[in-house]
């Protein structure tokens, strides 16, 4: 349902441009006892006053204009990338869908999931309940170029360290507030170093009643835990599926019970 109006909130020189820019809005920009600080603008109104002021700035008449007009920009840009995107629906009502692929698996080990906002550390648990891990490892996120992670348990057997705490981080601060897909990285078991790609795909509504976090998708069984890491998987495979290797016996007895009832697809 498009939205028919979203709040802004300008400064006392920012209001004065935008009025000499769309005099018919001049009234609501008054900053008075009938007016209030925070104003309510239809999406077309508030795109009027971003291009109009966009245009303005190389003609204004002195620095601070000029600096009012680039400010009445920025926030009008935000404001709509907010409403049109994550802000459209309600943080109580709200979903982010993430898409998450075991990178070097092929055929590719993905699933997709819906969940509420919550700490990155909570994410975690999902994408391992998702996946099929038993969260015996420790783990990181690495999003625009920096680590997020537990600092206590990283830490912990790392000397120098440095990560992001994802145990304060919501998964609302990181993702785009205009809701494009956006990826990142995460890594669980260090020593096996099981990479996964992150996408995230946007927000939707939640359902009236409906329960989460919600796997709604996905191909193909997750790894055993240890198993050596992508190339240590792709021989287990080969021993499992095939009576005669050498290794087979061994493998069938190690493996966990899912492989052995459910077979390795």
């Known amino acids: 349902m498009p939205l028919k109006s979203i709040n802004i909130s300008f400064t006392l020189s920012q209001r004065k441009v935008v009025a000499d820019l769309l005099p018919k809005l001049a009234d609501r920009l008054k900053l008075d006892e009938k007016n209030p600080r925070t104003i309510s603008f239809t999406p077309k109104e508030l795109e009027s006053i971003r291009d109009k002021a966009e245009a303005a700035r190389p003609h204004a008449e002195n620095g601070m204009i000029r600096s009012s007009l680039r400010h009445v920009v920025d926030a009008v840009t935000k404001t709509l990338e907010e409403a049109e995107g994550i802000g459209s ?30 700490t990155l550390d909570k994410f975690h648990e999902r994408i391992q309940t998702a996946m099929g891990w038993t969260n015996s490892h420790l783990h990181q996120f690495k999003i625009d170029g920096e680590r997020w992670g537990d600092p206590e348990l990283l830490d912990d057997g790392f000397e120098d360290f440095e990560c992001v705490d994802s145990t304060v981080t919501k998964i609302s601060k990181i993702v785009p507030k205009n809701g494009k897909r956006f990826q990142f990285l995460y890594e669980y078991d260090f020593g096996d170093g099981w990479e996964h790609e992150v996408l995230f795909e946007g927000c939707l509504r939640s359902e009236k009643g409906g329960r989460y976090p919600l796997c709604v998708e996905g191909e193909r069984n997750c790894p055993p835990e240890d198993v050596g890491g992508v190339w240590g998987y792709a021989e287990f495979l080969e021993a499992f599926a095939n009576p005669k290797h050498e290794q087979h016996d061994d493998f069938v007895e190690w493996a966990p019970k899912p492989y052995l009832l459910i077979g390795i697809q």
């Open 89 to 118: 629906i309600p943080a109580s009502e709200r979903l982010y869908q993430f898409k998450i692929t075991l990178l070097e698996s092929q055929p590719p080990i993905w699933r997709r999931i819906q969940v509420k906002d919550s």
